[in-house]
T-cell receptor, first 110, second 113 residues
Framework: EDQVTQSPEALRLQEGESSSLNCSYTVSGLRGLFWYRQDPGKGPEFLFTLYSAGEEKEKERLKATLTKKESFLHITAPKPEDSATYLCAVQAMGNNDMRFGAGTRLTVKP | GAVVSQHPSRVICKSGTSVKIECRSLDFQATTMFWYRQFPKQSLMLMATSNEGSKATYEQGVEKDKFLINHASLTLSTLTVTSAHPEDSSFYIC?????????FGQGTRLTVV
């Protein structure tokens, strides 16, 4: 069965303090790994899709990387507006649905 | 990116009544949409896959007679929570696939009193 585990569960950073969020996964043939940002009371907002090991994508202060077992979301010099829950999800080959991790709640203090 | 609109954003209903939630893809056609449920501080749990023109596929443990899904057109899927009870109170989110990306609605906060 496909599984997605995110760590840490919660992360508190000072503004400007860089860090990384982890997403470990097991899937029977990876079609894609997705990162989303979710603000309280709202639906997830798409950030990145990664398809193969070694792939990296960047957007502003965020950078996502992928290996055969895990993905990292690196946050460089975060700002308070980066505070949100970051969700990781995997999609298996032959499937359209996604399995989500529990998320990492990020709080960035000014 | 593509836009998925979900309505209503919040609804309060009395125990025993039914509630319908709509999910629309505004600028693309979606043959497949997904319905998720999310409890506080937990992740999204897939409830069912909605297929245009055919029956929905429900995940194990999800009561298909309680959570009725209709995907009558390529831009609209509806989730009806029948005979709602307080334990059905939750955040319901839909998504639609465009190519290989999933775009999510804003979510519906259902409170059953």
């Amino acid at each position: 069965e496909d599984q997605v585990t995110q760590s840490p569960e919660a992360l508190r950073l000072q503004e400007g303090e860089s860090s990384s969020l982890n997403c470990s996964y097991t899937v029977s043939g990876l079609r894609g790994l997705f990162w989303y940002r979710q603000d309280p009371g709202k639906g997830p907002e798409f950030l990145f899709t990664l398809y193969s090991a070694g792939e990296e994508k960047e957007k502003e202060r965020l950078k996502a990387t992928l290996t055969k077992k895990e993905s990292f979301l690196h946050i460089t010099a975060p700002k308070p507006e980066d505070s949100a829950t970051y969700l990781c999800a995997v999609q298996a080959m032959g499937n359209n649905d996604m399995r989500f991790g529990a998320g990492t709640r990020l709080t960035v203090k000014p | 990116g593509a836009v998925v609109s979900q309505h209503p954003s919040r609804v309060i209903c009395k125990s025993g009544t039914s509630v319908k939630i709509e999910c629309r893809s505004l600028d693309f056609q979606a043959t497949t949409m997904f319905w998720y449920r999310q409890f506080p501080k937990q992740s999204l749990m897939l409830m069912a896959t909605s297929n245009e023109g055919s029956k929905a596929t429900y995940e194990q443990g999800v009561e298909k007679d309680k959570f009725l899904i209709n995907h009558a057109s390529l831009t609209l899927s509806t989730l009806t929570v029948t005979s709602a009870h307080p334990e059905d109170s939750s955040f319901y989110i839909c998504s639609a696939m465009l190519n290989t990306e999933a775009f999510f609605g804003q979510g519906t906060r259902l409170t059953v009193v």
